[in-house]
């Protein structure tokens, strides 16, 4: 089944340089949109439980835009229409981009801003799930809101939505295949060329799906090692007890 990827290919590559070609650009586009994803998400979440009106309301904007829209449209947005909007001379620097520049960074851009939108409700739920006491005993000691948040309230929320980030890591793996919209070539595409160089369809898609589902166990267990690393203390789901051996001394139990 998977003798076609070491097949040659038109170029004189094997088909399977071409797939590790495109996972070099999935992880790429996934690794490097997953934290500028995690920066911007904890600063819009740290936001939408901003007392200030003006930037809860700038930061539920946000959410609201970048979650609501699908990230297809989005991708399109960012490559067709973002270039149209700049001024002349930098929108058409932009549309110049050799590739795979030109398609990799709208890429990056849609997926970053897409995955801050989710990533910021999470770290929201998870300041919101903080008992309401910490910020009273912080203002006691004389703690400002600002280092309130930095060094009580934020370190324990990320600590504590570990798992739910999970799927965050997963997600941003997984929609990368997005990118072939606008022609990069990622790992779905260079599957696809691989399809229709050789009509091997299965082959060259089955390659791919265990490459993601790989990916996939690899970032799950990654995050399983971060959430056992950082768990806060005491908030484990207690555990079976068990039975220890029954000590007979004597004769007796």
């Known amino acids: 089944m998977f003798d076609v990827l070491f097949h040659p290919a038109i170029d004189g590559q094997l088909y399977i340089q071409w797939l590790l070609s495109g996972l070099m650009w999935t992880l790429l586009l996934a690794v490097g949109g997953w934290w500028i994803a995690f920066a911007i998400g904890v600063l819009v979440g740290v936001g939408r439980t901003s007392r200030n009106r003006a930037i809860a309301l700038a930061a539920r904007l946000y959410v609201e835009i970048f979650r609501n829209i699908p990230v297809l449209v989005q991708m399109f947005l960012w490559y067709f229409v973002l270039p149209e909007l700049l001024p002349s001379g930098l929108g058409d620097r932009i549309k110049q981009m050799p590739p795979p520049w030109g398609a990799f960074f709208p890429a990056l851009a849609c997926l970053s801003l897409y995955t801050a939108a989710r990533v910021a409700e999470q770290v929201r739920a998870g300041i919101e799930a903080l ?63 691989i399809s229709e160089a050789t009509f091997q369809t299965f082959g060259a898609f089955a390659a791919a799906t265990i490459i993601y589902l790989l990916l996939a166990l690899v970032a799950y267990r990654l995050m399983l090692w971060i959430d056992r690393r950082f768990q806060i203390p005491g908030s484990a789901p207690a555990r079976k007890a068990r039975r220890l051996p029954m000590l007979r001394r004597g004769g007796a139990l």
């Open 131 to 193: 008992p309401a006491g910490q910020d009273e005993a912080a203002a006691a000691l004389g703690l400002s809101p600002w280092a309130t948040r930095r060094h009580i309230i934020v370190p324990q929320a990320l600590r504590l939505i570990v798992p739910s980030l999970t799927s965050e890591v997963m997600g941003i793996y997984k929609n990368t295949s997005v990118a072939l919209t606008i022609g990069l070539l990622e790992l779905t595409a260079q599957a696809r060329q």
